[in-house]
């Protein structure tokens, strides 16, 4: 597993890249990828709350080379409306056979910005 910790501009369209590299020769093709920021306490996620911010294929996010186990997450000025601070983050995969393998995880920072015209 791979920790990546990054930050985000609140109210800003952002793509985050993120590599899990090729695991084996594990391919991305006909896999599902689910990413989720969580509500957070001393870098472990809250699990009774629901994520704050949740993508998946075709929705926010899109495999850029499925063989060195690249995708983007497409974070949208809406998603981080009002969500100053820390949150945990998580990716997994789900492969054809229905193995879930948790990927990368980290910390999103959502820091403060002004809306310029």
Do not use: C
């Amino acid at each position: 597993m791979i920790i990546q910790n990054f930050s985000v501009p609140a109210n800003n369209d952002t793509d985050v890249n993120f590599d899990v590299g090729p695991d084996e020769g594990m391919s991305l093709l006909g896999t599902s990828i689910y990413w989720r920021a969580y509500q957070q306490a001393f870098g472990s996620p809250l699990l009774d709350l629901p994520p704050v911010i949740e993508k998946h294929l075709d929705n926010g996010l899109q495999i850029t080379d499925p063989d060195l186990g690249k995708f983007v997450v497409e974070i949208n000025h809406d998603d981080t409306a009002n969500l100053l601070r820390n949150y945990y983050h998580e990716a997994t995969i789900v492969d054809e056979g229905g193995n879930i393998v948790t990927v990368t995880i980290g910390i999103m920072t959502v820091t403060p910005t002004e809306l310029r015209p």
